[in-house]
Antibody, heavy 122, light 109 residues
């Protein structure tokens, strides 16, 4: 069974930093692209960042580029999101999502974690 | 950046058909995926590549995509289908290719 478990969320002051982790199990982690998707309270889904299986390709949303860094450790079956210079508008539930090999270009997200809440407030 | 527009809400009686649109410039040239999200839960993929269903998703969920509009159709709507629905594409021509639609709240009357 595929499992994705996020951790690292919490309350942080504006301008602060946080590192999210996503522990993966139940599949060959090194074969899949991985993604971070966030959802502000009461709002819709927002794609944040994607990383290919070997970390060769990395993409960011404009809203986080230059402040967030996605990375992965295939030996540890883990995905990370380093978040710096946090702003109030970064407050959201952050989901880790696995890209599916079954959809075109691996462009859909077949499995999701339960999310971790990040609150940016003074 | 690429924009996907959905109606904020759709209401439907049980047993009827709900249609949720997702508008985007020449979206027919892209693969569209759809997610269902119930309150307090993570999203679930219900349709991928315009019209394919993951295992375990009822046949009542179907999709189509042409021109500037993709559509998710839910037939014989049940109370349990009440949720938010999001379309999504991967805009491979962009530096920030992940795109979600604005989301549609489906209410079962």
């Amino acid at each position: 069974e595929v499992q994705l478990v996020e951790s690292g969320g919490g309350l942080v002051k504006p301008g602060g930093s946080l590192r999210l982790s996503c522990a993966a199990s139940g599949f060959t982690f090194s074969s899949y692209s991985m993604n971070w998707v966030r959802q502000a309270p009461g709002k819709g889904l927002e794609w944040v960042s994607s990383i290919s299986s070997s970390s060769s390709y990395i993409y960011y949303a404009d809203s986080v580029k230059g402040r967030f860094t996605i990375s992965r450790d295939n030996a540890k079956n883990s995905l990370y999101l380093q978040m710096n210079s946090l702003r109030a508008e970064d407050t959201a539930v952050y989901y880790c999502a696995r890209a599916s090999l079954g959809c075109s270009g691996g462009s859909c997200y077949s499995d999701w974690g339960q999310g971790t809440l990040v609150t940016v407030s003074s | 950046s690429y924009v996907l527009t959905q109606p904020p809400s759709v209401s439907v009686a049980p047993g009827q058909t709900a249609r949720i649109t997702c508008g985007g410039n020449n979206i027919g040239s892209k693969s569209v995926h759809w997610y269902q999200q119930k309150p307090g839960q993570a999203p679930v993929l219900v349709v991928y590549d315009d019209s394919d269903r993951p295992s375990g998703i009822p046949e009542r969920f179907s999709g189509s995509n042409s021109g500037n509009t993709a559509t998710l159709t839910i037939s014989r709507v049940e109370a349990g289908d009440e949720a938010d629905y999001y379309c999504q594409v991967w805009d491979s021509s962009s530096d920030h290719p992940g795109v979600f639609g604005t989301g549609t709240k489906v209410t079962v009357l």
